[in-house]
Every structure is written in C-alpha cells, then in structure tokens.
C-alpha cells in the first residue's frame, strides 16, 4: 500500500500531515516503524519503507480488545499491556475505530518496542 492509499481512504483528521511528517522522520532516522496515537487512546503502527513511501504492514495497538487477528501483547515497563493488531483492510479500521477520529501525535518506533515488533513480525 502506498502513503497516498492510506490518506485517501482513512478520513481522520490530522493524518496527512502526521505520515508525511512520520515518513520524513523514519528516513532521516533510517527507521521502519511508524507510531501514530489517536484521540480515543488507540494507536496504529505502520511498517514501513519510507524511502518508497510503502506500508507493508498495518496493525492496531490497543488496551481494548478488538475483534481483529491478534499478532501479539505488549507489554511496556509500567506493566501496561497492549493488544496489537493486524489490520488486512482499511475498511476494517474504519468499522472498528470509526471516520471521527483524530492524529493527536506521531513518531518513529524505536528501542523496546521496535524489538518487539520485528520478532513479532518474523514468527
């Protein structure tokens, strides 16, 4: 999917400027995980290749439990545990979280996470 694909068809505000923003920041970082939070709490991870502007992988990271196939729980050094997501569509996003939502905060996935994600993603 390219960054083109997600803008025109997830209608929440602020998410334009949060990939495009993101992708600037994965490639100068050399990075190929994207966060973006959302104003419900919810936050998609996006895999990435921000030199091409492709998503190979979109996922759901989340403290409720959805019905979406599950790729793991994380669980961070606070002892919060997040449900992570594989998303196959983007009308699935959409069912599930809603079109009202808004970006409220991007940024590149890096150290615990970033592992975690990759041995995730590999099994």
């Not at 929440?12 to 419900?40: P, R, V």
């Not at 991870?45 to 996922?59: R, S, T």
Request: proline share 2%; aromatic share 14%; net charge negative.
């Amino acid at each position: 999917m390219k960054i083109e694909d997600l803008i025109t068809n997830l209608p929440w505000m602020g998410l334009e400027e949060a990939l495009h923003y993101g992708f600037s920041e994965a490639e100068a970082l050399g990075k190929n995980f994207l966060g973006i939070t959302l104003d419900n709490g919810d936050g998609l991870i996006l895999y990435i290749n921000p030199f091409l502007n492709d998503i190979y992988k979109l996922l759901l990271m989340s403290k409720s439990r959805y019905n979406l196939p599950s790729i793991g729980v994380f669980s961070n050094f606070n002892g919060d545990k997040y449900f992570i997501y594989d998303v196959e569509d983007i009308s699935e996003l959409i069912n599930t979280l809603g079109s009202n939502l808004k970006v409220i905060y991007v940024e590149v996935i890096k150290n615990v996470l970033e592992d975690f994600l990759y041995q995730t993603m590999v099994r």
